[in-house]
């Protein structure tokens, strides 16, 4: 098969490829526990549920405007006013399928062939792949655990050359679950907005956030410099609505329109469903993200007891998101090579899936997840110590 030499630059996701090994293992009858999932474990709140049932039967199931029904854009833009008391309007929201195809067309809008992006390490999957499908290239900023792999305007400043057009801040991160103060995100947009840099914050982690710690958004810098910054968020993680496939940004209403002009080539609408439920998610209570969030807090804390005991593995205090990066390089040796040799033999031998940390830029590590019930975690986590500590 002859396919485009943009083909052979795009990196197969990780994930999938663990997932399509645990699968195999588990078609021949062995019971796998997958930790290495980006998915929230609760239902989606039956009330949205249900305000997808009533779509249906009030026959809403034809196209729509291409960046989001009115009301839906309303909704969206009256979150980052509840949320961070910040003003939009619907021009400046696009609804788009999931926050992946807002990063993915934020890149298309902004990125010409030789820019570079600043993505600081380790970081998500998929933000180097976009920034190379839209013909640019990425710059990887490096961090440490001692920083709780946190960027710094140092460490960016090191990094930076006169191509790069753009910076992508996660917070909180996948997939450390790390998550940047006022202070620290401040000093970081002040040293991007100054170097005439754009900022793309992906803030899809944001309803998850473990108190005391606070994790800031950069809605409030989007409002003093609405042509520099980009705001990703969306459905999926805060209202556990992965498969509904909702995402939205905020940005500047001339950016909005390439967005929509290219959405409208390429995808068109979201599901006209999935966007009632989702507009029902915005303008519903609370309860179900505080509820999850509770639940989160105390997995986080359970993994965080287990694993602290652990000789030889690292790992910072995961403030958001549901990951734990698990630096484990002191463990490694003839016996134990790299990340992908030991989540292969965690997958084999204790039958957990995680995911080696060199699929996010830094290997040495591994990603678990702790989306799953307390008691699989807890199996999981017995399971892991038997073959990471000896
Ligand atoms: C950091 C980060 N950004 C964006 C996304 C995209 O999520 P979705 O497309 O489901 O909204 C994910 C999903 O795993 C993620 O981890």
Redesign the pocket.
Known sequence: MRLSSRMGLIKPSATLAINAKAMELKAKGISIISLAV??PDFETPGFIREAAKKAIDEGFTRYTQVGGIPALRKAAAGYFKKYHGVEAEAKNIII????????YALMQALLNPGDKVLIPSPY?V?YPEMATMAGASSIFVPTTIEEGFKVTPARLEESVTPEVRMLVI?SP??PVGACYSRKELDAIMEWAIGRGLFVVA?E??EQLVYAPAESASAATWWARYPEQVAI?N????AYC??GW???FALADAALIKAMDQMQGQVTSNVCSIAQRAALAALEGPDDSIIAMREAFKRRRDMVLAEVSTWPGVRCPKPDG?FYFFLDFSALLGPDCPDDNVMCTRLLEEAHVATVPGTAFGMPGCLRISYAVSDETLAEALKRMRKVMVK
Request: charged residues 15%; aromatic residues 6%; hydrophobic residues 30%.
């Open positions: 980006g998915e788009t399928n999931g926050g992946k195809q807002a990063l998500w998929s996660n991160s996948n992906d899809i982690y990703v969306g459905l999926s993680k609505m992965t496939r909702v995402g998101a």
